[in-house]
């Protein structure tokens, strides 16, 4: 059982592992910034990386605190996700009731990993691949339609 401090160093150590991966990748190489994650332009709408005990996930999350607000943007998605699955056929998971790590309900669509454990150190190569991988082709979608979305979502809120 690792300490609360070693946990730390080990979770700064796989980060800084993946950083040095993805400077390997052909896209990403050379690249002062690698993922678009928070910086979305689309409030309330963010790209991630979600690390379990047993499981990865890359992940498009919407985490508006309105109800209402999270499904009219799922549902706006949706218009795109052939475009936005592209590459991928079927391997997102579309949830549009999903309690995230807060316990806070939010809308994702992710792919995810299960029986990964970070702890274990020689499975990283294969961790960061599905990583690097699965969020290149989800941020390289994301782009496409980004800004489709912010169009229709401002004329969508200019109707309320």
Request: charged content about 30%.
């Amino acid at each position: 059982m690792l300490t609360k401090e070693e946990r730390k160093a080990l979770k700064q150590r796989f980060w800084s592992e993946f950083d040095n991966y993805c400077e390997a990748v052909p896209e990403l190489a050379g690249q002062k910034k690698k993922w678009i994650l928070h910086d979305t332009k689309i409030s309330h709408l963010d790209l991630k990386f979600d690390i379990r005990s047993n499981s990865i996930m890359v992940v498009l999350e919407i985490n508006h605190k309105s109800e209402l607000r999270r499904f009219q943007l799922f549902e706006v998605l949706e218009k795109y996700k052939s475009l936005l699955s592209q590459g991928c056929e079927g391997i997102f998971t579309w949830d549009f009731c999903y309690q995230n790590e807060n316990s806070q309900e939010v809308c994702r669509i992710y792919v995810e990993k299960r029986g990964i454990d970070i702890h274990n150190i020689p499975e990283w190569p294969s961790i960061f691949q599905f990583l690097s991988e699965n969020m290149l082709l989800l941020q390289n979608n994301f782009i496409e339609i980004q800004e489709f979305l912010k169009e229709e979502l401002d004329l969508l809120y200019r109707e309320r």
